[in-house]
């Protein structure tokens, strides 16, 4: 089992920044793939940033590319996003995933494990 606890969310103004945080405990080793997804009231989870555990790739969803960085500390099991210039339409609840196997980083369905949840709002 991997446990996942986010940080980092809060209100913030457009254009503004803020930097989530996710720290992974349990069985980590098993880990080959940290995500961030997002969803927004009325909407379906969507692919945020994902990067390979142990190195070698980072991916974007196109909404954010540019704005956002996910980056990680193995050191300290955590990985992280940074949100730079955010926009309303950011506004969601994000949540950081696990994925124990290689397949597409983009689809929800194959992460095994799910953090609570941290709110981000982005007034206008």
């Known amino acids: 089992q991997v446990q996942l606890v986010e940080s980092g969310g809060g209100l913030v103004q457009a254009g503004g920044s803020l930097r989530l945080s996710c720290a992974a405990s349990?069985?980590?080793?098993?880990?080959?793939?940290m995500g961030w997804f997002r969803q927004a009231p009325g909407k379906e989870r969507e692919f945020v940033a994902a990067?390979?555990?142990?190195?070698?790739?980072?991916y974007y969803a196109d909404s954010v590319k540019g704005r956002f960085t996910i980056f990680r500390d193995n050191a300290k099991n955590t990985v992280s996003l940074q949100m730079n210039r955010l926009k309303p339409e950011d506004t969601a609840v994000y949540y950081c995933?696990?994925?124990?196997?290689?397949?597409?980083?983009?689809?929800?369905?194959?992460?095994?494990?799910w953090g609570q949840g941290t709110q981000v709002t982005v007034s206008s």
């Open positions: 995933a696990a994925d124990r196997n290689t397949g597409s980083v983009y689809n929800r369905a194959r992460y095994d494990y």
């Open positions: 990067i390979l555990w142990r190195g070698g790739g980072v």
């Open positions: 349990g069985r980590t080793f098993n880990i080959y793939t």
